[in-house]
């Protein structure tokens, strides 16, 4: 190996919401990361058009004058923007003739295989040495859209890190009681209304429990889907929109959850999920993304289609009032956070990808 290893991390900014910004932030705690030097190069945050062409141009330069002496870049992408941004530091890194990892954070298979755009992952997946997806069915789906075979290898993102405390005489609202955890951003696609529909259907025969919907809306029609949805179906007083939660308040709003639900159209692998298994919450989920390769339905989570309200209706039903249940599946969550998703294990596989790419050796 070579002396002092170097690799940039070509990411969206630290301070950016979503899942490639916490999973870089948990690379970022592995022994790996000191290791191998790591420079994170944030080239995205949210906001106004000039912050981000300043955020891009900033990571341009920083880049350009870091990649000659680095011996691997890492670039996390996502959707086709963020391939847009990715493909110029692509470029450069291969001009250098530097090893890349390119690994794949998608929200939805369609993005591979819609022909106005797949031309363009083909290129760039094409110049990596080496492919990272979230899971055994991206790697599928990866090899379906770009064709290929031997170079790429999936890499679960973790769980978080939960440290145990007594929450049981902390009383702060909207977190008093049973309540059944939705977060995320709230639109069509993440299926909060699905949820909320469902709910009301049993929600007079559970008074004293409530859907909490944690996230905040992402255009208007949804901010008028929020407001007006619990009204029209009568269970107002039994659904909470706390709005974005965040740092304590966020910790705390998983830890005095009952029961998580994903109703998602489609994910990568969602970091939701994955927090709710930290906190050893039973979760009730759609088969999204990377989740069928996973989950076992009624062993570790119950699943339902997406936009399928009678069945989360049951689901949610089912894991109401049987207590034995929801204590199992909170079992397994837990199991699943300490092993196959532990965060040291998937910094472990990181390390171990990152020395077999610098060294040359088989990966």
């Known amino acids: 190996m070579k002396h002092n290893p170097r690799v940039l991390v070509v990411a969206t900014s630290r301070k950016t919401r979503g899942g490639i910004t916490s999973v870089v932030k948990a690379h970022e705690t592995g022994e790996q990361w000191k290791k191998y030097h790591c420079r994170w190069i944030q080239t995205h945050r949210d906001g106004p058009a000039w912050r981000k062409v300043l955020y891009f141009v900033r990571a341009y330069l920083q880049f ?26 692509m470029a450069l890194a291969k001009l250098w003739h530097k090893k890349v990892i390119a690994h794949f954070h998608p929200h939805k298979p369609e993005v591979l295989f819609e022909k106005s755009t797949q031309n363009e992952y083909i290129k760039f997946f094409k110049q990596a040495d080496k492919i990272v997806a979230l899971s055994p069915q991206w790697v599928k789906w990866l090899k379906e859209a770009i064709n290929i075979t031997d170079n790429v290898t999936y890499i679960f993102n973790p769980c978080p890190t939960v440290i145990n405390r007594d929450v049981s005489n902390i009383e702060k609202e909207p977190f008093n009681g049973n309540y059944i955890l939705f977060a995320g951003t709230l639109y069509r696609r993440k299926g909060f209304d699905t949820l909320i529909k469902a709910f009301a259907k049993i929600a007079a025969k559970y008074p004293n429990w409530k859907v909490l919907l944690a996230g905040n809306p992402k255009e208007e029609k949804d901010v008028e889907l929020m407001e007006s949805l619990p009204n029209k179906l009568g269970i107002e007083k039994q ?27 489609a994910e990568g692998f969602p970091m939701a999920v994955l927090d709710a298994w930290a906190y050893g ?69 990181i390390e171990r990808l990152y020395y077999n790419l610098i060294n040359g050796t088989n990966v």
């Not at 870091?66 to 110029?88: E, G, M, N, T, W």
């Not at 939660?245 to 639900?261: H, N, Q, S």
């Open 64 to 89: 350009f004058f870091l990649v000659p002496f680095c011996d691997l870049v890492h670039i996390h992408v996502a959707s086709y923007s963020s391939l847009k941004r990715k493909k110029y530091f």
């Open 239 to 265: 659904i909470v929109f706390p709005g974005w939660i965040v740092g304590e308040d966020k910790d705390l709003m998983f830890r005095k959850a009952a029961v998580f639900c994903l109703a998602s159209s």
């Open 281 to 349: 919450l039973p979760c009730v989920v759609t088969p999204a993304g990377g989740l069928p390769d996973i989950v076992e339905d009624g062993k570790n989570a119950l699943m339902f289609d997406y936009g399928d309200v009678d069945k989360l209706a049951v689901q949610l039903d089912r894991i109401i009032s049987d207590d034995a249940l929801r204590k199992s599946i909170a079992a397994e969550s837990l199991k699943l956070a300490h092993t196959t998703f532990n965060i040291r294990n998937i910094n472990k596989q």
